[in-house]
């Protein structure tokens, strides 16, 4: 939303006052050199004042036009998407039944304090994590309810925000998101700090970058390759973990939606988002196995031997100068489902 400043209704009344106090002052006074200074002075403040508030007016027009461009897509595209949608609605097949995103939320929600840090450690052996992963494999643009007309018509990505649930007290919590990629932008190269982030392409074509750092270089910021390939709405959920493939990029090689659900969320001071440039890039000698045509990328194996076997990245992370240069999907409002929630995670 645009915040508006009211400043300028102050300045209208300082410039009434000001306006009154030369008329009482020549009322009250009798001399008359006196009475044409105060004149002159204070006939000057009333100018200020008016040159305030059409100054004032003028950074409303531009920060409600840079508003517009941001919204122009979903206020022109999405506005179909302002209907009201309740937990039960008809889908697929016509049948009554929760809606998916709501599933989703449910399992989020449903994981307790007591195996809250287990499901991020270690998702693939948590039930819930397990449950979003397959729920995640049946969700369609219809249920965001997005249409692939909307989608090529993106100018720019952008980011919406389905649900987020988050409980202070000990930091337990999650976000469920969508990301709009036009054809050719890109997610930079970025991490996740003791999180698990589960995703599914939606639609398009989308490139994957996994990264898992190596803990064991204080000198230098180093991760190994742990995944480079192209994925489409056919290939199942993946995730990432605090320990394996934690830092990522995503490259939109058509226009693609990807929903993504963050546990816990990013958390300033103790989760933020660091983006990172490569510095080097070192390709592995060639093994038995490449040669022969199988993949030789290894799973979540820290050892030298199978990190002999991967690309070795250096990287280093983006100045403030450089992130504000980057593409970074910019949030919009969500006018999709939005899961309902009574009480606390």
């Not at 897509?73 to 016509?94: A, E, H, Q, V």
């Not at 990432?240 to 990522?248: A, C, D, K």
């Not at 409002?333 to 309902?340: E, S």
């Amino acid at each position: 939303e645009i915040v508006v400043e009211h400043s300028y209704d102050r300045m209208w009344m300082i410039g009434i006052v000001l306006l009154t106090i030369p008329m009482i002052t020549s009322s009250l006074t009798t001399t008359r050199s006196f009475r044409t200074s105060l004149t002159c002075l204070f006939s000057f403040a009333p100018l200020y004042c008016l040159h305030t508030i059409i100054q004032n007016k003028e950074e409303r027009k531009i920060r409600r036009r840079v508003h517009r461009l941001r919204a122009s897509f979903f206020d022109s595209s999405f506005g179909d998407l302002r209907s009201f949608y309740s937990p039960m609605t008809k889908i697929r097949g016509g049948s009554s039944s929760v809606h998916p995103i709501q599933q989703i939320f449910n399992e989020m929600v449903s994981i307790d304090s007591e195996n809250f840090q287990k499901a991020v450690s270690d998702p693939r052996n948590n039930l819930q994590v397990v449950n979003c992963l397959q729920l995640m494999n049946q969700i369609t643009l219809a249920d965001l309810g997005i249409t692939e007309r909307m989608v090529s018509s993106l100018k720019e990505s952008v980011c919406m925000e389905v649900a987020s649930v988050y409980n202070s007290s000990d930091d337990r919590g999650f976000t469920i998101a969508a990301f709009l990629m036009p054809a050719g932008c890109s997610l930079p190269i970025h991490d996740h700090p003791n999180m698990t982030v589960c995703s599914k392409l939606l639609c398009g074509s989308l490139e994957v970058l996994s990264l898992t750092p190596d803990r064991s270089s204080p000198s230098e910021l180093v991760a190994w390759e742990e995944r480079l390939e192209a994925v489409g709405p056919e290939d199942e959920a993946w995730l990432l973990t605090p320990s394996e493939g934690n830092i990522h990029r995503f490259s939109a090689l058509s226009a693609c939606v990807v929903l993504d659900v963050l546990l816990p969320p990013y958390r300033e001071p103790a989760r933020p988002c660091s983006y990172f440039a490569p510095v080097s890039v070192e390709a592995p000698p060639y093994s038995m196995a490449a040669q022969d045509g199988s993949s030789s990328i290894s799973s979540s194996s820290s050892s030298s031997s199978s990190s002999s076997m991967r690309r070795k990245w250096v990287l280093r992370p983006l100045t403030a100068k450089e992130q504000a240069a980057v593409a970074l999907p910019f949030g919009v409002r969500y006018r999709g489902f939005r899961p309902t929630h009574h009480g606390r995670m």
